[in-house]
């Protein structure tokens, strides 16, 4: 659970901070935690910004409610809001002020005594090194940043000011992260990407010569894996967000503020676009290009380019497993199942073959 | 291949600590070793607890045998059999016991002088803290617990008595562990969720302040990744068991007993019931709910809630890639072929349109 | 991108060293850099290996390219070539030579002082062990090893000699690595396979007793999870390469020169034949068998035992969304759609019922 605020807030103090128009107006609340609307208690401030949540907006016991003038009739009417154009937003600004407070006991800034930090590396103001760690030579941390204990940071890389680094990430020589980064722990950033060459059966190592390079304000899960490029760096822009576990292969390039979920892999040399959503799971093949603003649904794989911004599937449907074993027969009986309906067709009307039958594309 | 006892152990030992009726009556080989069917020799213990082993089972050179009434006969008749109802749950009796004497040479509790222990956290009793671990402030450690090498357990962690978490595992602030837990290398238990609010195409942050609460007697693989909840907790129940490389995004409640096989994901806000069984690779979108005793196959993904307990599948089967090509042709034309059943029924027998063609659910 | 020789070297040096043809005869740029064709200046040297390339063959600006005689009239005239039978491979070992030469700063061999190296550790000659590094009772490690830092060689473990361990991988006890081994970060080989025994709707461990056992010329990538087998052990032939983020189970075999792109997850006692290629997402079930040189395409799901060499699919096509719903709901009534279709065959010409229709194989 959340936890309580050290003291109480005004609700007005919020309000005055953040914005918003409270209804009733002077009702003034104090608030002590943020909870979900189901199990909000009095002391608690919730919100409500998504439709699905209105059955659990009717009951709550919240002293206050942040919400849009669109939701706020889901609310029962005694119930105190917060009206704003975008309670989730509006909730995040007050969501990161309360954990501001309540990090009072965080750790400071310094290097922990047991950490391994080369003569030759350069640390700005104010940055935190964590128990065990290890700078290499010649690495630079910008002001401000917190490395989290047992992480790697090797030879040459280079740390934006204001990121934050968890605990047991490695970092490969010579990568380089933005500015207000966060990487959890687990991340392996520059690891050799996937290249050989194939000679009579045998696999041969192409080295990975590239690094790679990730923007500013770019948030990365944990236990993804980040491959450095062959020749060239693998690139992830400014703004993005990759959820946990996502494999990155070398040479891929993701533009700005797109937004990879969970488990998502992505093949080498392949490009992605900005704004982008990947769905949780999906693949995308390597050597191809999706464009700006698409949207890809969990679990599809991508198998060439997308040129069309859009919303893009391609994933068998869930049934009870009985049905799914007859559908899949079928399935793979398709072609033949094709044939005879255009035999039917000429013989009950002698419709000529549906040449649309022969585009494999959309 | 697993290793030898130091001493042999007399058959009779074994049942009579651990049951069954030995057949033929009297018969006592000593066992140094358990191995499986196929390449048990004299002096192994092996078991037969499923049907497909056995072909395996006729030939086997194993001293005894661990097998049911019911598969007893799959044996050769000169084989010393140690009949029992439930020989895989036997075997890993006697395996606990095998494994507990060969730890003879175990590391000792104590904390190793490379760790770093906060002087504010709480070790019970027979607890081993293994080298360069990180324990901060406020961490409680019950009894008898071992924590490997490289291990952070961050401020405020709590551990049940008896677990193990072996080297390299992350926990972040405030999660808890029950009792009897196992965590296996590489995990991370309280990365931050996934949680964003788009605002002009850009992403910022939403701060998750709950924490993972893990019940008691749960395995957790290697390299899985499970996120804190938003604002309440990510929930795992009594007795689940989780494989490797599994992602459980922010606010997921799985119930007791449930055991998700290798590279499951859960999205956020998930809930999965109590006897789940979730095959290797599957996908669980966000905000939907499982009932007890569902299972899903290997690879499927599931879009919608399962009221239902039972079996289910989604994954398109596999086939010759040329095959595929032209069946994956079909599929996309999936919906102008049944047009086409239609009006060929209309013109042979003036059939009426199969209303059940609309319902997209079973 | 790739750094620069500290010095140029002669084309007809590299050509000397590793052969080819120059063309026109007696041309001899200096080199000091590897590039892409696309991106490459003055001074780098390039290569053209794959038809897909050929687009940004004809404007390269690089000193020269390595080319096959076939691929070669892709280049502009005037552009100096080394021709050669492969030129991936043959590229790939000038890379390692470039590599080797600007590694000139590596981190020398010795046992960082921070490491914890057992006294009952066996290291060989020009061993380097990384900062806090853990080194059991009874490890031995060959010569000319390097192992990152952070990372855990638990008791008896061992490595053959000219291997690389990166930072931060866990190896569970016993475990074995050949020679010439490359291990990424994150990794974790001998974690407990996923066994359980289900009695009364709770799961009970059954111990794992095996190792893994990881033969000569091994490629690793980060984050993977290899584990240990359940009485026998888990085995990867030589020359094998992993990519990221691959789950290896208990009992799995994989035989020699197999390649497993990023996000793989293999079952438990699955058995991979010799110079296999797994796509990237792919799953392969348990107790199953795969013979020598099949090729299995992205994100499929193997469900039986493949016994012909060949490539396989099964993976549902990509399309718009607004398609997807419409084919995923017949996709669910396509039994329905096939007796419709016999039906009509019957009232067409009496037709006989396909009796193809009931072969679930191909």
């Known amino acids: 659970m959340a936890r309580s605020l050290p003291h109480p807030v005004a609700l007005r103090a919020l309000v005055e901070r953040f914005g918003g128009v ?59 809001r917060v009206v704003v154009d975008d309670p989730l937003a509006h909730f995040g600004r007050v969501a990161r002020w309360f954990e501001h407070v309540m990090e009072g006991d965080a750790p400071q800034p310094g290097i922990d005594p047991s950490a391994s930090v080369s003569p030759r590396a350069v640390l700005g103001a104010g940055v935190r090194i964590g128990a065990h760690c290890v700078i290499e030579d010649g690495v630079v941390v910008g002001d401000d940043c917190s490395i989290g204990a047992h992480t790697t940071l090797a030879r040459g890389v280079r740390v934006g000011a204001a990121s934050v680094v968890h605990a047991n990430v490695s970092v490969y020589r010579d990568c380089t992260l933005g500015a207000r980064c966060i990487v959890h722990s687990g991340t392996v ?20 010569l590239g690094t790679v390079v990730i923007g500013d304000d770019v948030e990365i899960g944990a236990n993804c894996a980040i491959d450095r490029g062959a020749l060239e760096d693998t690139v992830i822009g400014d703004g993005c967000k990759l959820d946990n576990l996502i494999q990155i292969a070398h040479n891929v390039r993701i533009g700005e503020h797109s937004a990879l979920a969970g488990c998502v892999g992505v093949a080498g040399s392949a490009v992605i676009g900005r704004r982008c959503m990947i769905g949780g799971g999906a693949g995308i093949l390597g050597h191809l290009e999706i464009c700006d603003d698409v949207v890809v649904s969990a679990m599809s794989l991508v198998t060439r380019s997308i040129s069309e911004p859009g919303f893009y599937s391609g994933v068998f449907p869930l049934m009870p497993n009985a049905r799914w074993e007859r559908s899949a027969t079928i399935v793979r009986r398709l072609p033949e199942l094709r044939d005879r309906v255009r035999t039917l067709e000429q013989a009950v009307r002698g419709a000529p073959m549906d040449s649309s039958d022969e585009q494999g594309e959309d």
Chains 1, 2, 3 share one sequence.
């Open 189 to 208: 950033i520059g690891s050799d990407g996937f290249g050989f060459a194939r000679e009579h059966g045998r696999w041969s190592k192409i080295p990975q």
């Open 22 to 80: 409270v209804q009733p107006e002077g009702a003034d609340p104090p608030i002590v935690r943020l909870a979900p609307l189901a199990s909000a208690r009095s002391g608690d401030l919730s919100f409500l910004a998504a439709p699905r949540h209105r059955a659990s907006a009717g009951g709550t016991h919240a002293s206050a409610v942040i919400v849009s003038a669109e939701l706020s009739p889901a609310l029962a009417p005694d119930v105190v």
